[in-house]
């Protein structure tokens, strides 16, 4: 309970505060003496519904954004997608605007035919050689390495020797859902 009420009473002076409202104006808006809400607002006096109601009205907002919000975990827990020889570790949560992966390409095999979706790709090359087929162009990118480019451009990526190539891949959601997927569409389906 401590955690909560000492957070009521710095959201209730900076929701009031960034309405402009003195204490004596928002107090007489929500019918309560000006030293209440003074105590409300040092936490000298315990916040209840019967005097956060009519402050949260006068304000505009809910009760529930005068409260903490919950301790959330920033750690992604999503399972390890193995596709096509590759290996992909999410490192974004679900959901995100960008999605952002970990991928691994195996040593250099069967060249992959060129892809096309929407939107853009950025990669990173963590270690090994990586091959970055974009149209008729051929770019080989070693460790510490980026590129970015538009994935309406026809493209693959492959390894570009003997040893896999580790590389960070970001992507909007279009490209999440070709590259993380198994496709019904084969054109679709690949990196």
Known sequence: MGSVASHVGPRLRALRHARGLTLEELAARAQLSPSTLSRLESGKRQATLELLLPLTRQLGVRI???LPEADVDPRVRRPVI????????PLSPEGSALATYRITYPPAGEEPSLKVHEGHQWLYVLSGRLRLRLGEQEFVLAEGEAAEFDTGTPHAITSAGRRPVQAL???????ARVHTHV???PERNGI
Do not use: E, H, S
Not at 82 to 89: E, F, H, S
């Open 64 to 66: 529930d954004d005068l």
């Open 82 to 89: 193995k596709r096509d020889g590759l290996v992909i570790a």
């Open 169 to 175: 891949a970001i992507f909007g959601v279009d490209g």
């Open 183 to 185: 496709a019904t569409d």
